[in-house]
């Protein structure tokens, strides 16, 4: 399918394309129901992963045979997405048939719709380390025809420590929802490497959160499903149909490592990068792990 890649625009003060503004008033006005589920990411944090996640805490035993007909983005539909021919992600999840429905978001925390937050809606945001996630976010783009043209890896670099990306700063996007977790207690906010470091004791937080008693039996059988391997070679979690991606370029679920940057970053690119870190996060209390 040959594609013109979009280009980034100014959108209320965060960088944005078309493909995520074009349905801007059907997002802003959703309606959302007391029992939705967010997963909110900054893009490549992890997202597909704890979609999956959740859809089987809420799923895998009731209605098994989604397990192999259903794909990921079909049970957990992606808000802001609008794509033609294919329908806008707020019909997906005005029209999912499960309940509870989870529903998957890159928004910052000021866009997200005001009727998740007047409906108490539980959040799980997922956030990753800013040097593994520039790079995964720069394969992702590489092979993604729907995303602006990545450029080389140092300017790509640049871009993202300049807040240039689609959905904005990866600075403000993590802070902005840590922020918000101090005063709305429904959100589950988690981090990439602890999930990479101990599935289970995540699951179990996850669980505790969400208010579910799912058994110790059934957590491991999770566990094993949602290991990096196994979703790599599933087709419901690999998006090997999805027709906007060149997989002769690079695979959706690449490596999912924490510390993976070390293979790309030079030595001036992170002591750069350090620098320009500490500045941007001396106001908050968020800190990461880059290695486990």
């Known amino acids: 399918m040959d594609m013109s890649r979009p280009k980034l625009f100014d959108f209320h003060g965060v960088s944005m ?6 349905n801007w ?15 909110a990411t900054y893009p490549k944090a992890g997202t597909t992963w704890l979609c999956y996640i959740l859809d089987l805490l809420y799923f895998h035993q009731t209605c098994p045979e989604r397990e192999k007909s259903v794909p990921i983005y079909e049970r ?23 309940s509870p429905r989870i529903i998957k ?17 539980r959040i ?55 922020e918000k977790k101090q005063t709305y207690s429904k959100i589950h906010y988690m981090f990439y490497e602890d999930l990479v470091e101990d599935t289970g004791r995540e699951l179990k937080n996850l669980c505790s959160f969400l208010g579910l008693s799912t058994s110790e039996e059934e957590r491991k059988k999770i566990i094993e499903c949602v290991q990096f391997d196994v979703m790599k070679a599933n087709p419901m979690t690999n998006l090997t149909d999805d027709q906007t991606l060149d997989f002769s370029v690079s695979q959706f679920l690449r490596k999912g490592k924490v510390g993976d940057w070390k293979n790309h970053f030079t030595v001036a690119q992170n002591e750069q990068f350090d620098e320009h870190y500490k500045q941007k996060m001396k106001n908050t209390t968020l800190q990461f792990r880059t290695e486990i």
């Open 17 to 22: 394309t078309h493909v995520f503004t074009d």
């Open 25 to 39: 008033d059907k997002v802003h006005n959703f309606k959302a129901k007391p029992d939705d589920i967010v997963v």
């Open 76 to 98: 957990v539909p992606f808000l802001e997405l609008v794509y033609p021919p294919y329908p806008t992600g707020t019909d997906m999840a005005d029209t999912l048939p499960t």
């Open 105 to 121: 978001t890159h928004l910052p925390v000021q866009f997200l719709p005001k009727s998740f937050w007047e409906q108490n809606c």
């Open 124 to 178: 799980v945001y997922v956030a990753r380390n800013a040097k593994d996630n520039v790079v995964s976010y720069f394969h992702f783009d590489r092979m993604e025809k729907i995303q602006p043209e990545p450029g080389d890896w140092n300017s790509f670099l640049q871009r993202f420590k300049d807040g240039k990306m689609v959905f904005g700063s990866w600075y403000d996007h993590v802070c902005g929802w840590w």
